[in-house]
C-alpha cells in the first residue's frame, strides 16, 4: 500500500507563497486520486484539492479556488500544492490522502491513505 510524507509546510505572512509536496512509496501516484485536506484547531477536516487518478482534472474547493494549485510529477512519484496569497485563515495542518476509488471525491471517506499531516501558519 501506498504511503505518504508531506513537507514544505512553515510559518509564512499574510499574501506570500508556499509550496507542500507529498512524496509517495509503495505506490505510484499517478494509480490513485490524490487529494489535499486542512485541519484547523477546533474545526473538522476539510477539503482543498483533488488530482483525478491517472488524469490531469484538478478540483478544488470554493475557498482556495485561484489561490492554490494541485499538481502531480509521475517521475518523482510526487504531489505538490502551491499555495499562494495565504491568508491567516489558510492555518491549518495540511494532509496529503491517496484513493483508490475510480472516481475523484472531496469527502475524506472516500481516501484510504494519509499522510502525517505538515503545519501551514499565516501570520496577519
Known amino acids: 500500500q501506498v504511503q505518504l510524507v508531506e513537507s514544505g509546510g512553515g510559518l509564512v505572512q499574510a499574501g506570500d507563497s508556499l509550496r507542500l509536496s507529498c512524496a509517495a512509496s509503495?505506490?505510484?501516484?499517478?494509480?490513485?486520486?490524490m487529494g489535499w485536506f486542512r485541519q484547523a484547531p477546533g474545526k473538522e477536516r476539510e477539503f482543498v484539492a483533488a488530482?483525478?487518478?491517472?488524469?490531469?482534472?484538478?478540483y478544488y474547493a470554493d475557498s482556495v479556488k485561484g489561490r492554490f494549485t494541485i499538481s502531480r510529477d509521475n517521475a518523482k512519484n510526487t504531489v505538490y500544492l502551491q499555495m499562494s496569497s495565504l491568508k491567516p485563515e489558510d492555518t491549518a495542518v495540511y494532509y496529503c490522502?491517496?484513493?483508490?476509488?475510480?472516481?475523484?471525491?472531496?469527502?475524506?471517506?472516500?481516501?484510504?491513505?494519509w499522510g502525517q499531516g505538515t503545519q501551514v501558519t499565516v501570520s496577519s
Open positions: 490522502a491517496a484513493s483508490s476509488r475510480s472516481y475523484t471525491s472531496s469527502s475524506s471517506a472516500a481516501y484510504s491513505f
Open positions: 509503495g505506490g505510484t501516484v499517478s494509480n490513485y486520486a
Open positions: 488530482i483525478r487518478r491517472g488524469a490531469t482534472n484538478t
